[in-house]
């Protein structure tokens, strides 16, 4: 199975400030089909999870612009610009190029 | 507007199945595959399977084989997992979400189901 590796696993931060999100994979998620099956969602507290970035670096319908992902192959990063109170929670990578999928260990953003 | 509705909280004897729906509403429920994920208390997402509800079409990952049984109904739009043979470790916020066909992402997240196994 395809691992994802996230870091770090807690993350503290002030408001405003920016904060990334690593997500190694041990194999490269570029499909034959030319796209890279890597997503990011947010779990905030008592919530399901919600879909940011889909396809690497594709914001998902209302999500701020203040979120960015980037990266290729194995090596991926989530970026939010400048930290708001409603971004805490736990965000995870996922991979859908091999089955099964999996999810990323989770990181949690939360106030320094 | 798309709505993946689960069932309620299951409180299950150690050995029983438990079989959880999510009701789709909002978009042609047999064109998209249907995700199932699994959260232990305090724990991150743990991918189970997938079902396309157009032909039964299913994907489980190798742990949950044999545990899980994904199924769906089309008359209702509705999808099922059981889980079978119920232990501690079972114990989980299950949730299901909606596949976008052409980016594999999940766009729609069902509230979760909690099961609790206990004697």
């Known amino acids: 199975d395809v691992v994802l590796t996230q870091t770090p696993l807690s993350l503290p931060v002030n408001i405003g400030d920016q904060a990334s999100i690593s997500c190694k994979s041990t194999k490269s998620l570029l499909n034959s089909d030319g796209f890279t099956y890597l997503d990011w969602y947010l779990q905030k507290p008592g919530q399901s999870p919600q879909l940011l970035i889909y396809?690497?670096?594709n914001r998902f319908s209302g999500v701020p612009d203040r979120f960015s992902g980037s990266g290729s192959g194995t090596d991926f990063t989530l970026k939010i610009s400048r930290v708001e109170a409603e971004d805490l929670g736990v965000y995870y990578c996922f991979q859908s190029n091999y089955l099964p999928y999996t999810f990323g260990g989770g990181t949690k953003l939360e106030i320094k | 507007q798309v709505q993946l509705q689960q069932s309620g909280a299951e409180l299950a004897r150690p050995g029983a199945s438990v079989k959880l729906s999510c009701k789709a509403s909002g978009y042609t429920f047999t064109s998209y595959w249907m995700q199932w994920v699994k959260q232990r208390p305090g724990q991150g997402l743990e991918w189970i399977g997938a079902i396309y509800p157009g032909d039964g079409d299913t994907r489980y990952t190798q742990k949950f084989k044999g545990k899980a049984t994904l199924t769906a109904d089309k008359s209702s739009s509705t999808a099922y997992m059981q889980l079978s043979s119920l232990a501690s470790e079972d114990s989980a916020v299950y949730y299901c979400?909606?596949?976008?066909?052409?980016?594999?992402?999940?766009?729609?997240w069902g509230q979760g189901t909690s099961v609790t196994v206990s004697s």
């Open positions: 396809l690497v670096s």
């Open positions: 979400a909606r596949r976008v066909t052409m980016t594999y992402a999940m766009d729609y």
